[in-house]
């Protein structure tokens, strides 16, 4: 039987892996140990774990974990080797952090064990810091769809910061908004003409883009947290997104169609925009899914940008949608 001591699973934060958040203040017994003194042991110090008992070979190498529960229902003389069972997975000490607290909701643990390369155990994730990881990589993600810099990522240094401090940690994508604004501007002006004709059409600009941007902005808050706990493939998941933006579109058109109709007295108008509504709807749920994911597999942040920049491409696009099929259909 052993016991190690080591240092307390520290403050989570960006770019840290298991290593980070493991202790090693836990009880790592031998198979061959028997129940009565495995729980003498635990009586003589206190350990970070309140889970389980940990069983390693002599060599250091992890075999499994004992559930506290089930030592103490156990006969003192029974051996560990007898009630020992297996961990859905171990974490190393080189892997995400964020990805390790996923698994381990997934997997319904409240504690993961850390191996190295050899397989030997070198400490456990606690429930603390499981729970330490989640809470920051959600605020963090909250703050980087708003289009907040890595840097503003804590709550509370985002809202206290001074306000040279905050321009700078909210500037950059906000300036990617402006460059997308000009962008749409340029879209806008190329139908002149057609504005001119129809001024009518100005109307419904400004509630197209935001019902594109809602439902992008929905679409990507899904993904971003889905894309690290679900088990489906891209194209399941791209699939079923696409679906949902050509259900949404489609109710939000056969809504609007009436509505349009009859206050304009121009159920042509009602068709065009009710059309270029429900093809803005699934583009934006596309991209939606889409940013978020290429992000992912370039090794970056999926919320990193993906709020801004695709809030950008959904407007151009929705403008573009827009006066395509208006101009099409009424031409």
């Known amino acids: ?159 206290e910061a001074p306000p040279a401090r905050r321009m700078r940690h909210r500037l950059p994508w906000l300036l990617v908004g402006l460059a997308g604004s000009a962008i749409a501007t340029l879209v806008v002006s190329h139908f002149e003409l057609l504005i001119k004709e129809c001024v009518s059409l100005a109307f419904f600009v400004p509630g197209l883009v935001y019902l594109a941007d809602a439902i992008g902005t929905q679409t990507e808050a899904i993904t971003i947290r889905g894309l690290s706990v679900s088990r489906l493939s891209f194209r399941q998941l791209f699939v079923h997104e696409a679906g949902s933006g050509f259900l949404i579109g489609g109710v939000l058109a056969l809504a609007a169609f009436p509505l349009i109709g009859f206050s304009l007295s121009n159920f042509d108008i009602a068709a065009a925009v009710s059309l270029s509504l429900f093809a803005a709807s699934a583009i934006a749920s596309s991209i939606g899914l889409l940013f978020p994911w290429i992000l992912s597999r370039l090794g970056q942040d999926p919320a990193l940008g993906s709020g801004p920049l695709a809030t950008v491409i959904q407007d151009v696009l929705s403008l573009v949608v827009y006066f395509t099929i208006t101009s099409l259909w009424l031409g």
């Open 1 to 159: 039987m052993t016991s190690k001591n080591g240092r307390s699973p520290s403050r989570p934060a960006r770019g840290e892996s298991a290593g980070t958040h493991q202790t090693a203040r836990v009880l790592a017994v031998r198979p061959d140990a028997s129940v009565g003194g495995v729980i003498a042991a635990l009586r003589r110090e206190m350990r970070e774990s309140t889970q389980a008992v940990y069983v390693v070979e002599e060599d250091g190498r992890f075999l499994g974990r004992v559930l506290l529960g089930r030592l103490l229902a156990s006969p003192d003389a029974e051996k560990i080797s007898e009630i020992l069972e297996d961990v859905p997975f171990r974490a190393h000490p080189d892997e995400d952090q964020e990805k390790i607290a996923n698994r381990a909701v997934r997997h319904g643990l409240a504690e993961v064990p850390v191996v190295d390369s050899a397989g030997k155990f070198v400490g456990v994730i606690t429930a603390k810091s499981l729970l330490g990881i989640l809470y920051h990589e959600h605020t963090e993600d909250i703050h980087l769809l708003a289009g907040i810099r890595r840097e503003a990522i804590q709550a509370r240094e985002a809202i």
